[in-house]
């Protein structure tokens, strides 16, 4: 994301966007690059990628059971799936006990780490910001 149209926003507005922003869009990505980085965030950027990501960074190491009961709402077949893609980019790290039954564990990788405390600035967006949303949204909806 580069730099937006300065000349549209105040300087108040700036300043705000700006603190939620800890560095600049890097220059001259090879489009292959930027291809890549587009593919993983429309991954990360999934509904019960970043809720996964939150609970293991609150909880730490959990079971499959435990992490299903912490993400409502999710069915065990999108959990399964969402572990995977999140295990193939080295988000999470599963390890599996040898036992009877066996035993499956989740954690955040370090990768997983540096991605749950990028998220965290969304986070602090969202709340900071909420009134604001359902403001606009009200506002829009009556348009109609």
């Known amino acids: 994301m580069g730099k937006p149209n300065e000349s549209v926003f105040t300087a108040e507005e700036l300043f705000r966007a700006q603190s939620y922003k ?15 980085v587009r593919e993983m965030i429309s991954g990360f950027a999934d509904k019960w990628t970043v809720v996964i990501l939150d609970t293991l960074w609150d909880e730490g190491t959990l079971r499959f059971s435990e992490l299903a009961w912490h993400v409502e709402g999710i069915s065990q077949k999108m959990l399964t799936q969402t572990l995977r893609r999140m295990e193939r980019d080295g988000l999470v790290i599963r390890t599996l006990h040898p036992s009877v039954p066996p035993k499956v ?30 403001e606009a949204r009200k506002t829009f909806d009556r348009k109609d």
């Open 22 to 36: 800890a560095r600049d869009y890097p220059k001259n990505v090879a489009p292959g690059v930027e291809n890549m």
């Open 105 to 134: 564990e989740y954690r955040l990788s370090p990768l997983g780490l540096t991605l749950g405390a990028a998220f965290c600035n969304v986070w602090i967006w969202a709340v900071e910001n909420h009134d604001a949303v359902h």
